[in-house]
């Protein structure tokens, strides 16, 4: 029906025509995308419609020209929100309630409700916290894990005042920088379970719904951004100090999170949300708080200092940068984002500061390491 209206084969429409052939053959269309497609004429400027926006819409794909039009628009949704649909199953709502804990208008809510197909499912957020919760077995033996270890070393809580728990090849230590896979895998190694308990809570209640809505790929760098600048901010800002836990990526996914509930407050429509950001805090408050206590408590170990806490101060430093550009641009090309290239270039630039500052640093500063465990 729309090439009727192109005879000439220019790839536009006339938003006049555009409106007439909805009104026509609105009723055989999904009300939400109908919605879109009539908040995408009365927003375009420019009095024509281009082909290739509304073949994104009918096929799920959002162009960057189209994602602008739409927010450019002055159109004030008319129809019924999301949120006072009936009849949804357990499902359906489950993903309605996902939209609203994590997108703040309500044209996004409602592409993302519509285009949702759980394929592929949030699996970076489960396998990477199944993974930490226990070495890499299964979060089926998370228990039966922290119950060995506590026989073995005599510490259920607090497993890091234990003098073997440097021992393991995973953590991170100043002496033993130079193996790099360090900078990542200290991860898999938690303090005791009052420190792997709340990475784990935190991780499922925010990670998993942010996946769900803005995919692996995404997250996955915030995750893993994280969790690298969390291990480079401490072989810079506390030298001598061995790092464990999760908690420079869960951090970076919380932050930012957070961040973007802040800066668009008045469109955010989940419920509690006051209360919400006040327990996350709360959450990461205590546990940031028991990491500063634990890092200036005696050792048990010395002259090793127990694990730093620069690692949530890094992780939380990538959430509001890296994160909120990420989370802020829902299923928009991210290559087009000019505060994107910026945060970027700058964690770039801080890496490579880190990767220098770790080989030359050391030596010329003359610093005196604790021995390697």
Known sequence: ???????????????????????????????????????????????????????????????????????????RLCSKAL?????????????RHVAYETLPREIDRKWYY?????????????????????????????????????????????????????????????????????????????AG??????????????????????GAARISFVYVAGVVAGSLAVSVADMTAPVVGSSGGVYALVSAHLANIVMNWSGMKCQFKLLRMAVALICMSFEFGRAVWLRFHPSAYPPCPHPSFMAHLGGVMVGITLGVIILRNY??????????????????IFVLFAIFWNIFAYSLLDLKLPPPP
Not at 151 to 159: A, E, G, I, N, T
Request: charged share 15%; proline share 4%.
């Open 1 to 75: 029906l729309l090439s009727q209206f192109d005879p000439d084969n220019t790839g536009y429409i006339s938003t006049e025509k555009f409106r007439s052939l909805l009104q026509r053959h609105g009723s055989e269309l999904d009300p939400h995308k109908l919605e879109v497609l009539l908040a995408l004429a009365d927003s375009n400027s420019e009095g024509r419609i281009c082909y290739q926006d509304f073949v994104n819409l009918m096929s799920n794909k959002r162009s960057n020209s189209f994602r602008q039009a739409i927010l450019q628009g002055n159109r």
């Open 83 to 95: 949120l006072e649909e009936t009849g949804l199953s357990l499902s359906q709502r489950l993903i």
């Open 114 to 190: 519509d285009s949702y197909t759980c394929c592929p499912p949030p699996w970076f957020m489960i396998t990477i916290t199944i993974a930490f919760a226990n070495q890499g077995i299964s979060l089926f033996f998370q228990v039966a894990f922290f119950l060995y270890n506590g026989v073995v070393l005599d510490r259920f809580v607090l497993q890091v005042s234990h003098p073997l728990y440097l021992k393991n090849a995973l953590l991170y230590h100043p002496q033993l920088r130079a193996q790099a896979w360090r900078y990542l895998t200290y991860i898999f190694v938690h």
């Open 193 to 214: 379970i009052e420190h792997l308990g709340l990475n784990v809570v935190l991780q499922l209640l925010v990670g998993v719904p942010l996946e769900m809505v803005h």
């Open 331 to 348: 299923e928009q090309r991210l290559q087009d984002q000019t505060l994107w290239w910026i945060f970027l270039s700058i964690y770039v």
